[in-house]
């Protein structure tokens, strides 16, 4: 599977003379609207369309035990009181039945009216009693849903940031992972309404059980009138919420590159780049579009679930009529008495509302159960794709990394990143790896620290295969800068340890600091160590680049790693910055393995062996002075560095 991008731009829009465009003010040129994402595959096909009536409803059960298994989890005694306020709320119901019942034989009989309510009151003291029970459980039951919602969206929520956490490295380059996890994230929403959705339709199953025994005791063909009655509109529930889901599903895609590009032109990071280069206009009529192509797929359904409503709607108008009717054709003709038709009125309108909340509730389970079902089926890929490779590992010093004829291919793509590559680093020495954009450089360093496993081939730690090795036991010993670092919008002393402190005290955080030359920039800030680095949020703190490269290297020399790599770490840093850096690295370089990725080849000299990568492979390795009289590559690449 792979997406699509097509462009709706009209050729002719484009196909302007030299003159024409000399002639044209900048701007005249309409700009094109966002790209469609089609998709052709496993995810080109909403997974219900082919799905029958009774394949979706008989989802209910399986989601109420999918709920009731989650929340079981949470509190077991919220779940105790969710599970007996229905009971209760149904005895209450047949009671008040049964009271109603009672109290209308004295009330409709002959006598006085002091006689007759003297007559009724047990009878009403009961009623009085059995609602005042369903109130109370009711508002128990209330109380249940508050203790358990808001940790059930937290847990929900948490499992599906450590999922995406902790899955291999390699599935987020598959088509579609982001877009299932767009999908999934609404599941996530839905949790804060679910566990309301199951209370109420369990309670409503209850009473609506309860007050149906009570009509098929007083006549049996109410009944089957009051399910045709409902029955309507349970189908048309049921049938807007496949076209709801139906029109999620169709905007996934949609919605998940309108959220990405909302944070990118929103974050004040890329504001300067975004007025200064005239963005807002596009991106603003950017956002419309596509926000507007998520609107007209919701419109065009409209008139689908307006059919869907009147029909039901008619159809239960029908049989409610029908129903209403053969209870009064009952009352006139005898076949009930005057007191059993009131008690029948009342048990026709309890009926009625139970089975229509049955409905309703049913109805907003099943909605919820489709996105459950995506979130379930993304946490459970997510599971299968985390790392799961072999129990050995990695303790004490690593002494030697040895790479065997490794390659490794991104999906989708036609040629393998690294293609053959056999490199052995030993502990105290320093790799520098160069070569142009898309080398493959930094995929190298990904399968040395076994994010990535090898397709082809073996990495070897200390003598034993990374896919024999908990990766755990190697990121442990791993410090990497990488040229995309995060900036977290956490206090300096987090951003350093990553919330891994070694000790109680701030001794090892300043020695890092002072390794990479931030601290006088530290302390200058509002509240040192505990400032914030968010500018956006209110006592927030910002860094330049150059300082926030310097914080993302003092974060892997804290981590005092057995392997240290460094990819472009100082593309950002003034001279006196990378420099200092440089210097720090020589100097701890005895104790670990080292590697650093740079385009700048002046930096290579303090390493102890430098390899050239080429479309994945080698082509050339040795010492500075070697190769730069090698007449190679690395030769004509520091001649034209030497040249600008």
Request: charged share 20%; glycine share 8%; aromatic share 6%.
């Amino acid at each position: 599977m792979s997406p699509q991008h097509t462009r709706d731009t009209d050729p002719e829009e484009l196909n302007l003379t030299s003159a024409e465009t000399t002639n044209n003010q900048v701007g005249s040129i309409p700009p094109p609207p966002p790209a469609e994402i089609t998709y052709s595959g496993e995810y080109s096909v909403n997974p219900l369309g082919q799905a029958s009536f009774g394949k979706l409803s008989a989802q209910i059960p399986t989601v109420l035990g999918r709920i009731i298994r989650m929340a079981w989890r949470i509190d077991r005694r919220a779940v105790v009181w969710l599970l007996a306020c229905p009971v209760l709320t149904g005895i209450a119901a047949a009671v008040l039945l049964a009271a109603t019942a009672r109290a209308m034989r004295p009330l409709l009989s002959g006598g006085t009216v002091t006689d007759r309510l003297h007559q009724a009151l047990p009878a009403l003291v009961v009623v009085g009693i059995a609602a005042g029970l369903a109130r109370t459980a009711g508002v128990v039951a209330t109380y249940a849903e508050r203790r358990i919602t808001p940790r059930l969206t937290t847990e929900t929520d948490t499992a599906l940031v450590e999922a995406v956490c902790r899955v291999e490295a390699c599935a987020h380059a598959v088509d579609g992972f982001s877009d299932r996890q767009e999908a999934a994230e609404m599941g996530v929403i839905r949790t804060q309404v679910m566990v309301t959705d199951a209370q109420r339709f369990l309670s409503a199953l209850i009473r609506m059980v309860t007050a149906s025994a009570a009509i098929s005791v007083l006549n049996p063909l109410l009944l089957p009138l009051l399910l045709l009655a409902v029955l309507p509109a349970g189908v048309g529930a049921v049938l807007t919420a496949r076209v709801d889901y139906a029109i999620h599903y169709a905007n996934i895609a949609d919605r998940n590159v309108r959220g990405m590009m909302r944070w990118w032109s929103t974050t004040p990071k890329y504001g300067d780049e975004v007025r200064a280069n005239s963005m807002t206009d596009y991106l603003v009529f950017w956002y419309r579009s596509l926000s507007q192509r998520c609107d007209a797929r919701t419109l065009a359904a409209a008139p689908r679930t307006l059919r869907i409503g009147l029909l039901s709607s008619l159809a239960a108008g029908m049989f409610l009529l029908a129903t209403w009717g053969a209870l009064a054709w009952l009352a006139v003709t005898g076949r009930i008495a005057l007191a059993l038709a009131a008690t029948a009125v009342v048990a026709v309108q309890t009926t009625l509302a139970a089975l229509s909340q049955v409905i309703t509730n049913g109805a907003a389970l099943f909605h919820t159960s489709l996105y459950l079902t995506d979130m379930q089926t993304f946490l459970d890929d997510a599971t299968a794709r985390a790392p799961k490779r072999g129990p050995l590992q990695v303790s004490g010093p690593v002494d030697e990394i040895r790479l065997d004829e490794v390659v490794y291919q991104y999906p989708g793509k036609d040629k393998p990143a690294i293609a053959g590559v056999s490199l052995t680093l030993r502990r105290g020495n320093i790799l520098a790896i160069v070569g142009a954009n898309g080398s493959g450089k930094s995929t190298l360093t990904r399968l040395i620290t076994g994010i990535y496993l090898a397709d082809k081939g073996r990495v070897i730690w200390n003598g034993m295969d990374l896919a024999d090795v908990d990766p755990a036991t190697v990121w442990q010993k791993t410090g990497l800068v990488p040229q995309l670092f995060a900036q977290w919008p956490l206090r300096v002393r987090e951003n350093i340890t990553l919330g891994q402190p070694r000790t109680h005290h701030d001794e090892p955080v300043w020695e890092a600091v002072d390794a990479v030359g931030m601290r006088e920039a530290i302390d200058d800030l509002p509240t040192g160590l505990d400032t914030l680095l968010a500018r956006e949020i209110f006592g927030g703190a910002e860094l330049s680049g150059g300082q926030w490269q310097r914080i993302a290297c003092s974060r892997a020399l804290y981590r005092q790693p057995a392997l240290l790599i460094l990819d472009e770490p100082t593309s950002q840093m003034d001279p006196r910055g990378e420099h200092q850096i440089f210097e720090r690295i020589k100097a701890i370089a005895a104790d670990r393995i080292t590697i650093v990725v740079t385009h700048r080849l002046e930096n290579t000299k303090l390493a102890d062996h430098i390899v050239v990568l080429e479309e994945g492979r080698i082509t050339e390795q040795g010492r500075y002075d070697d190769l730069v009289h090698a007449g190679g590559t690395f030769a004509e690449l520091l001649a034209l560095s030497s040249d600008r």
